[in-house]
């Protein structure tokens, strides 16, 4: 090994260090567990939306050879209720089906054909309920309640921002274009759906591993679900295959540990099918949006209005939050103003609604650029030139009613946007459309707020031992979904301890063994975990080289020096091996710590308690800026996406080549709900459960892509980074969308846009409508 040679880290693009394994199939995931003596576990679900539940006949299933355990809600001895704001989810169902997918009875079999056939043997005593399919009907004088105890009815969350003179705002717009807007549910669809495995002890300690972005929370959940004291739970969480948000909150964790505490020294796995996640998981929440904005003369925005539906489903989880982010994103990153912000969360019969990558930003974003087109199509300007002259900068007041203080990119996004060949030569592109073709190039502007604002802690601990070996171990508490947050985090490290990869180790999430660091979600996690890590690693390296100066009898720590394995004295060269130096130390020396929580904004922009309450406002935001070349097939309808461009402020980059990947992923996967992805539901039941029926984009139907990153540090981020791992996904639909009204004077305000949508609205054209 060359020690003379400084380990590069911090913006080089360096391989990720669980790349091979993954690749040739040898890390582990939760769903590879297989230990021996297994146990499957599986649940009956109602099928129905809306019924009350009078009796579950469990007989004829316990009778079957091979069933270890059928238990219903009566097993449970807490309070049978999960949810991350509000506890409102039954793990079995006890009173009320609220969705097709709610879980009735848990069924515990030797092996998976049994399981399946007792399953199929349960039989349900049902009422049905008139059911609630359309939010707007939900919040009816006469519309049956499904939490009668909730203060608010069928609503979970609303709330409104006025600023400046609000809808009276309007009397000073020249201009003013409207809109209404209907965003589809969009499935996560990831490789490694919900799953797990738990094994309880005799003494009914729970070891469970599961695919989860939220371990620590997880236990405390299932815990109170259960009536279990948390320290009888311990839940590993290696590396998760996909989430995007629909693992940030309880699937499988409370029936595992339900089974398994009924089946005792015996493992047991659950893992849902894919038919089975569609029906059961969470989905992007579909959304209504009515859109109204003016301007001056000038193209000043002058007049904001807003009023957004957002169909939450059943149960809570985090609907309330993505409507309150959703309604704090609501007017893109602009000065407007006047501003009449409104968002609502509203129980349904549908199936349920939660996170889902973005956060409701995709929602709003698409709505806000189409319009800021529409605008520009109206004033007769140039959709850039628009965005440019209204574009926030540091000091001004969001359409929220918040002051920017962070870093803002924004302008120097569009900067680089109007130097591109794409844009600057898109007249020529666009003239040499072939026969029966349109071309058109669509831009879209928007922001994202990083971490959970004020009230729920965004915190991290961070752990680095060294190891009696000599490697250097890293403890992460915060899961890697696939983002690449853990290599990150040893690329930090490497970078301040001047290590290579092979020198480190990493320790992934663990309750038993990791510090809290909160859930992989919201754009937060490198900054938040990177905030905590850095400063225990300055503490390793000066514990390194005192202990190092200390045995090599050196009497200033500064004559010694970090070198890939070793600590040397520069003055004589000398080395001593970190193995060696580890045996001279005892184990609470070797290791070290640090707590991080991160700021919040201090302004108080609204006395409304419960906005506060879901994370209004953040502090810090990333912005990015997006271009689509795309083609129409006049003849079919079929929109092809030619080229795509993103531009993004995400502060300082780690790794280049993480980032890249993280942004091109995200594109590909706000195209599929630009243009293909719709998780069909009527009445209830879902009509595209399967990946045959719904549509995802494949390699082919994704474009050649350029990443570009304007690098402005954040003050208060780890080497200066944001977030990057949801503002990829908030632009795709409104550039695609932007680019089909460039090509054929279209403007089409339902998702995803068909060639069945776009061929129907161009033959309607052709009849005599010159626009729409």
């Given at each position: ?473 890293v403890q992460v508490g915060v899961v890697d979904m696939g983002q690449g947050n853990a290599a990150t985090c040893l690329q930090m490290v490497g970078d301040l301890l001047n290590q290579p990869q092979s020198q480190m180790t990493l320790l992934l999430p663990d309750t038993a063994r990791t ?258």
């Open positions: 090994m060359n020690h003379d040679r400084r380990t590069p880290n911090i913006g080089e693009e360096l391989p990720r260090m669980d790349a091979y394994t993954k690749v040739c199939g040898a890390e582990p995931f939760a769903v590879d567990g297989y230990p021996e003596n297994l146990l499957w576990a599986g649940v009956k679900r109602a099928g129905v939306p809306h019924a009350r539940l009078l009796g579950v006949a469990v007989d004829r299933a316990l009778a079957l050879a091979g069933v270890r355990a059928v238990l219903t809600a009566a097993a449970i001895s807490g309070t049978n209720r999960q949810g991350v704001i509000r506890r409102d989810q039954p793990v079995l169902v006890d009173d009320r089906v609220r969705h097709c997918g709610d879980p009735v009875a848990l069924v515990v079999a030797e092996d998976q054909e049994t399981l399946a056939a007792a399953i199929e043997l349960i039989t349900l005593d049902l009422e049905p309920l008139p059911p609630i399919f359309e939010p707007r009907a939900a919040l009816a004088e006469d519309a049956v309640l499904l939490h009668p105890e909730h203060p608010g009815g069928n609503q979970l969350f609303g709330a409104r921002l006025v600023n400046g003179a609000g809808l009276e705002g309007f009397a000073e717009c020249a201009v003013t274009v409207e809109a209404t807007f209907h965003l589809p549910r969009q499935a996560h669809a990831f490789l490694e759906t919900e799953n797990g495995w738990a094994i309880a002890d005799a003494a009914g300690q729970i070891d469970m591993t599961v695919s989860t972005q939220t371990p620590f929370r997880d236990r405390f959940e299932v815990a109170e679900a259960l009536g279990l004291e948390q320290n009888r739970i311990r839940i590993r969480a290696p590396y998760c295959g996909g989430a995007f948000g629909g693992k940030d909150g309880i699937t499988v964790q409370s029936l595992l540990a339900l089974a398994a505490l009924h089946c005792p020294e015996r493992p047991v796995k659950m893992w849902w099918r894919r038919e089975e996640s569609f029906i059961a998981g969470v989905k992007r929440h579909p959304a209504h949006l009515h859109y109204r904005l003016g301007a001056d003369r000038g193209g000043t925005l002058v007049a904001l209005a807003v009023d957004g539906w957002f169909d939450t489903g059943p149960y809570d989880h985090l609907g309330g939050v993505v409507a309150a982010l959703a309604l704090e994103h609501a007017g893109g990153p602009y000065r407007i103003p006047h501003t009449d912000l409104q968002t609502r969360a509203v129980y349904t019969n549908n199936p349920v609604s939660g996170a889902f990558r973005g956060f409701g930003v995709p929602q709003v974003a698409t709505a806000m650029e189409s319009m800021m087109d529409l605008l520009a199509r109206r004033l007769d300007c140039c959709p850039l030139e628009l965005r440019r002259k209204n574009a926030l900068v540091r000091g001004d007041r969001c359409p929220a009613g918040v002051t920017r203080r962070g870093s803002m990119g924004l302008t120097a996004c569009l900067d680089r946007l109007a130097e591109h060949p794409w844009w600057s030569e898109r007249a020529a592109w666009q003239a040499a459309a072939g026969p029966h073709c349109r071309r058109g190039t669509g831009v879209a502007a928007v922001f994202h707020g990083m971490g959970y604002g004020p009230i729920v802690p965004d915190v991290a601990t961070a752990g680095i031992e060294l190891l009696e070996d000599g490697r250097l171990q510090f809290p660091c909160g859930s992989s979600s919201a754009s937060r996690t490198t900054f938040t975990y990177g905030n905590a890590l850095l400063p225990a690693a300055r503490q390793m390296r000066e514990r390194l080289l005192a202990k190092g100066a200390e045995m090599l009898f050196v009497q200033d720590p500064q004559e010694m020096l970090l070198v890939p394995g070793a600590v040397r004295h520069l003055a004589s060269g000398r080395d001593l091996p970190l193995a060696q130096l580890a045996k001279q130390l005892g184990r609470e020396e070797r290791f070290v710590t640090n707590h991080y929580r991160a700021p919040v904004a201090r302004e108080k922009s609204t006395d409304d308690a419960n906005l506060r309450l879901h994370g209004f406002p953040h502090l810090i935001f990333s912005h990015a800026v997006h271009l689509a070349r795309i083609e129409v097939d006049e003849l079919t309808g079929t929109i092809r996406v030619v080229d795509y461009l993103s531009i993004s402020d995400c502060g300082r980059l780690i790794n280049p080549r993480t980032f890249a990947g993280q942004q091109e992923g995200a594109v590909g996967q706000g195209l599929g709900y630009a243009l293909m992805e719709d998780l069909g539901v009527c009445d209830g039941r879902i009509t595209t459960p399967d990946l045959a029926t719904y549509i995802l984009p494949t390699a082919v139907d994704l474009p050649p892509m350029e990443t570009i990153a304007v690098t402005l540090p954040e003050h208060d981020g780890p080497f200066g980074l944001k977030g990057a791992g949801e503002i990829g996904i908030d632009a795709p639909a409104a550039a695609v969308a932007n680019a089909v009204h460039d090509a054929c004077g279209l403007r089409l305000l339902r998702f995803p846009l068909t060639a069945e949508q776009l061929l129907s609205e161009l033959s309607a054209m052709t009849g005599g409508n010159d626009e729409r």
